[in-house]
C-alpha cells in the first residue's frame, strides 16, 4: 500500500495524511495492494485543474481523480487487471490534489488544528477514489458519517 506525497508537508501534518489514507483502506477493508498519488498544490494550480477538469473556475481544497470504477468495497487485482502496475503489482487507484494554502485557511475558518483539516481532506478524496460521493442527499448521508467514523478510529477529530 502506497501514499506517495508529491510536494512539502511537515511531519505532523503527513502522518496524519497516512494516518487518514490507511484508516480508509482499513475501513473498507482494502487487502490488494493500492497506489495513490497525493499532489500537494499551490490555489492557483488547483483552480487551474478545477476548471479544467471540472468546468469550475476557483480554488478549491481537494480533487479526486479515481482511475479504477469504484463500487464503494474494497478493490481486487480481479476487478481491475488494466490498472495494475506491472513492476509493483499495486492497484493505481488515482490522484489526489489537495491545495495547502486552502486547506490552512479552512483549518482557520472550522476552528480546528491544520492537521485535522488535513487528515479530513485526504478521507474525502480517498473515499471518492472508492466511488463514494455526496451529489445526491442520501449520497451524502452515507458518505459523511462515515468519514467522522474513520477520523474519529484514527483519534483525529475536532
Known sequence: MTLEIVGELNKECENAVNMAFFGVLEYIGQ???VYVEL???????IQDINRETRSIDRVTDVLSF???DGKRAKISVDDCPFDVDPESGE????ELVLCLERAKE????YGH???RELAFLVTHGTLHLFGFDH??????????????KILEKIGITR
Open 135 to 148: 451529489i445526491e442527499k442520501a449520497d451524502e448521508e452515507e458518505m459523511f458519517p462515515l468519514q467522522n
Open 106 to 109: 479552512q483549518a482557520e475558518e
Open 91 to 94: 492497484i493505481v487507484l488515482g
Open 113 to 115: 488544528s491544520l492537521v
Open 31 to 33: 487487502t490488494d495492494d
Open 39 to 45: 499532489s500537494i498544490v499551490s490555489p492557483e494550480e
Open 66 to 68: 479515481p482511475t479504477v
